[in-house]
């Protein structure tokens, strides 16, 4: 048999399953039904301790049901996908749907008919991967001698689905990537940095893996945050976040603010500010999925609608909160055309070295260590790979520093967005300089034991 | 419940060749009550073989989702396993270091799989929302969710322990959410519950309403609250706090990986690294004559498991590790290889992991402090390999001339493990268990962190 023809038969095979599984849940009693079946194979090889150490291959399937009875829902997902396991899973689902209140909050997205999305790497070059890999770790060993790996997970992930809707909609889809993850320190006469990690998602093995993402200016960046210091102070200064410490913000600001939980149950902030400035009016914030840097976005939503990039804060006006279609319904309010979160800021027009030039004193910070952010936004956090900026420099690294501030607050004392975006296969994001943010350090806060 | 006719596979392991084969399921079910609006309902499950195989130091590994007694599926993860193997050991020439045999034999299954029904968690979540609705109608909101996961495995190993182990554990997690004063939004939120299942656990859902209550009193309190002053301060930590500076703070520094890759701890074992109060112990399945949270009785490598003594009087006494890196720092492997799904390797991880209690009263702690804070709750957790750690502290009140006083809203503290612990000048006498969530190392993993309630200086974050 040809490979084009067991690639058809197997494309039959996971559209006639996911077809089964949605007659087996509308003839249940659903009156609305998804079902997706998925196979998949990924391949991923691992560094431990900057030597390789394990090549691990996964074969395995999704049977992912929802089944809307009458306004109660229930999803119910298994990895078997034999004739008798769909039964048994599609009759769990029509169990756990059971179990629920109705709500007709609860609705899938009108028809879209039948459509074939084909995205990524489609084929595993093993070897080629490999010799990427290798001269990886080569380059970062002989750049950044002091550099350990301690931990790489290289992978590539092939996935061939198909998703029925029980309005018509049909999605068959074939989507394959490769993802380099590392996490990594430095070490100096036996002291050891403070631990990062940093990683990319590609759809090619044509560019060596340290030119893309954040790799060469993380690793550089940990060779020099060996030798640190303690800050010394309380004081009220600016910061600059790296695209990856601003993107952990962002997760915060979209989930604490303008997500589904902060307004389904009123505890936003910013639930009445719709259409009105709530940050600086230089920050863009899209998220976009099928923007052309994002590799294998998301096509579908869970009810069936076509995913669409959108911004939920141009130009500093709240634009769109980012809802399920679920949760708009429960609000009154507008479906958001998405709910991934890749990121996409708009860049400022200021290079970053003019950015760390025009602060006096401020921190410079990597990763953000900390709390989750009060509802009001608050919150407080250990600075990690981070530096202290002085007089429009970087002097040091610092250790034991802690930040501070207010989510909502930082938004509207931005000093500037670079220029300059880092894109790493899931978001693109610039380097962001803000105001306003509690700096302490060693000194003692009043506190003593009783004798 | 699984078959273990996975047992019978080890006729197709190659002679000599270091191999694992395990048949696993993995089930979760989650409901989610968020302001009494049912936002999630879900079960999900995976189930599949895997082998790994190791080949001149290397290891290859394959997985398949199939049922344990697919002869031919188990066959084809061998196969692929050792090809992976082959394929890394043909590419790298490292010098590498023979593991020590492991001790032969089976443990066979403690305990019954169940899977209690949907319906058992919407009722436990409904009869604790539609009471906080009632008792407390000034609340913003509130979360109630009934989360269940259980993993059951079937091992098989070429030299060491067959097993057949299943851990179930079962919580209610319940967030209030209370407006301040201020018109801002603050939240307390706490787990309930551990090993077995959501019948076993809360058969009466109404024993959890004194807690709904306690917590009621605590967001009033914490709407009222005021921010710590940041710098250094004397604190007394709760045994929940104390349990997650033992997994967070020292655990993961005395990690095996971690050790080698230049962790604070490399080379400190002998080494005073806390204060001689401190002693602290990775519990496999054992505490104090009491089941721990969730025992480990043989690890992913087949390894019986036995505690680990991480820390006796002040000094640092071992690491966790796997079989490789047991033989390659000549020390003991004691069952800490884990993995999380059927398709994932064994890392290692910590199981239930305590800083053992001590001779004081919580209450005498307090009493002890005449300006600084006792912190009771937290939410989350980090730690370093140099061994700074921050904990978000969601519950805590500050201490005036050994009195509790007004609460605190959310902060952090932070710290560096090994300084720290030697400022512990007070232990309580009361060991807490927590053992909800997960810790993440690649993979997620199910552990238990205990503790007693500690004196001790600490960062705390503020405005």
């Not at chain 1, 998301?298 to 995913?307: H, I, K, N, S």
Request: hydrophobic share 40%.
């Amino acid at each position: 048999m040809t490979e084009r023809r067991k690639t058809e038969q197997l494309t039959e095979q996971i559209r006639n399953k996911s077809h089964t599984g949605l007659d087996l849940l509308t003839a249940g009693g659903a009156d609305q039904a998804r079902c997706r079946i998925a196979y998949s194979e990924t391949n991923e090889i691992n560094v431990e301790d900057g030597k390789f150490s394990l090549y691990r291959t996964m074969f395995d399937t999704t049977a992912a049901f929802m089944a809307i009875c009458g306004g109660r829902r229930g999803i119910v997902q298994s990895n078997q996908v034999g004739d008798e396991h769909l039964r048994a899973t599609a009759a769990e689902c029509l169990g756990v749907a059971e179990s629920a209140a109705p709500d007709e909050a609860w609705q899938l997205a009108p028809d879209i008919g039948a459509r074939t999305v084909t995205t990524g790497a489609l084929e595993y070059e093993e070897d080629r991967f490999y010799a990427r890999l290798v001269e990886f770790l080569d380059t970062v060993a002989e750049r950044y001698p002091t550099v350990v790996i301690s931990a790489l997970s290289g992978m590539y992930t092939r996935e061939r689905a198909c998703s029925v809707y029980s309005t018509g909609t049909q999605v068959e889809s074939l989507a394959g990537y490769y993802s380099v993850d590392i996490t990594f320190n430095a070490v100096e006469d036996g002291v050891s940095s403070s631990f990062n990690y940093t990683g990319i998602k590609t759809d090619n093995l044509d560019t060596p893996f340290i030119e893309q993402g954040s790799f060469a200016a993380n690793l550089s960046d940990i060779t020099r945050e060996v030798r640190t210091e303690a800050y010394k102070n309380t004081r009220v200064a600016a910061m600059i976040l790296t695209p990856t410490a601003f993107e952990s913000f962002l997760y915060d600001i979209v989930g604490n603010f303008i997500g589904d939980t902060p307004l389904i149950d009123g505890s936003s902030i910013w639930k009445d500010r719709l259409g009105e400035t709530v940050a600086d009016p230089r920050l863009t914030l899209r998220l976009a999925p099928r923007d052309e840097r994002v590799v294998a976005g998301r096509y579908l939503t869970a009810e069936g609608y076509l995913v669409e990039d959108y911004a939920c804060i141009e130009d500093g006006v709240l634009k769109q909160f980012v809802l399920s279609d679920y949760a708009a319904r429960k609000t009154g309010r507008d479906r958001a055309p998405n709910t991934e979160y890749n990121f996409i800021v708009t860049p400022g027009d200021i290079p970053l070295a003019d950015l760390i030039a025009g602060i006096d004193h401020g921190i410079l910070v990597n990763r953000f260590s900390g709390g989750s952010p009060s509802r009001n936004g608050d919150f407080s956090g250990v600075a990690k790979n981070s530096f202290l900026i002085e007089n429009g420099k970087i002097t040091t690294a610092l250790r034991e520093t802690m930040i501070s501030g207010n989510l909502a607050a930082m938004l509207k004392e931005v000093r500037g967005i670079s220029s300059e975006t880092v894109a790493d296969g899931n978001r693109v994001l610039p380097w962001i300089a803000v105001d306003g943010i509690t700096l302490s350090g060693e000194q003692a806060a009043p506190s003593e034991e009783r004798p | 419940m699984l078959k273990e006719t996975i047992y019978e596979y080890k006729k197709y392991f190659q002679e000599g060749v270091i191999t694992e084969l395990r048949s696993q399921q993995n089930t979760r079910r989650v409901v989610a009550l968020q302001a009494g609006q049912l936002v999630s309902n879900v079960r999900t499950a995976s189930e599949g073989i895997s082998a790994r195989v190791r080949n001149r130091g290397l290891w290859g590994l394959a997985s398949i989702a199939a049922d344990g007694s697919d002869t031919a599926a188990a066959q084809r993860v061998l196969r692929a396993a050792t090809d992976n193997a082959k394929f890394m050991a043909d590419r790298q020439n490292y010098p590498y270091t023979e593991l020590r045999p492991g001790i032969i034999g089976r443990h066979p299954l403690i305990g019954t799989v169940l899977d209690p029904i949907q319906d058992e968690y919407l009722r436990v979540a409904r009869a604790i929302d539609a009471y906080i609705v009632e008792k407390y109608p000034d609340l913003v909101s509130r979360m109630v969710y009934a989360i269940a996961d259980t993993v059951e495995k079937v091992i098989t190993v070429s030299d060491g322990y067959d097993a057949h182990v299943v851990t179930p554990r079962s919580y209610v997690y319940i967030g209030l959410i209370a407006m301040s004063p201020d018109g801002s939004p603050v939240e307390v939120f706490r787990a309930f519950g551990g090993r077995g299942t959501i019948v076993e656990n809360f058969a009466d859902p109404s024993a959890l309403f004194p807690e709904v209550d306690r917590l009621y009193e605590a967001v009033r309190a914490k709407s009222e609250g005021i921010y710590p002053e940041a710098g250094r301060a004397t604190c007394v930590i709760s045994g929940e706090l104390g349990g997650m500076l033992a997994h967070e703070a020292v655990g993961h520094t005395v990690e095996a990986d971690l050790v080698a890759s230049g962790s604070v701890a490399a080379g400190k074992i002998g080494q005073p690294v806390a204060s001689e109060l401190v002693s602290m112990v990775d519990f496999a399945h054992t505490a104090y004559g009491s089941p721990a949270p969730l025992p480990v009785y043989v690890d992913d490598e087949g390894v019986v498991a036995e505690d680990a003594v991480l820390i006796r009087d002040g000094i640092l006494t071992g690491y966790m590790h796997n079989r490789e890196s047991a033989a390659k720092m000549g020390m003991e492997a004691r069952g800490n290889a884990r993995a999380w799904d059927f398709s994932d390797e064994p890392l290692i991880r910590m199981r239930n992991t305590a800083i053992l209690p001590g001779k004081d009263k919580l209450d005498d702690l307090i009493a002890s402090v005449d300006n600084g804070y006792y912190l009771v709750t937290t939410g989350n957790g980090q730690a370093d390999m140099t061994g700074e750690f921050m904990f978000g502290v969601t519950e805590g009140y500050e201490i005036k001339k050994g009195k509790l006083g007004r609460a605190l809203r959310d902060t952090t503290i932070s710290g560096v493990a090994f300084e720290m612990l030697k400022t512990v000048d007070m232990v309580a006498d009361e060991l807490t268990w927590v053992s909800s969530g997960f810790c993440g190392k690649k993979q997620p993993m199910t552990v238990g962190l205990g503790g007693p309630a500690l004196r001790c200086k600490l960062m705390i974050g503020g405005r």
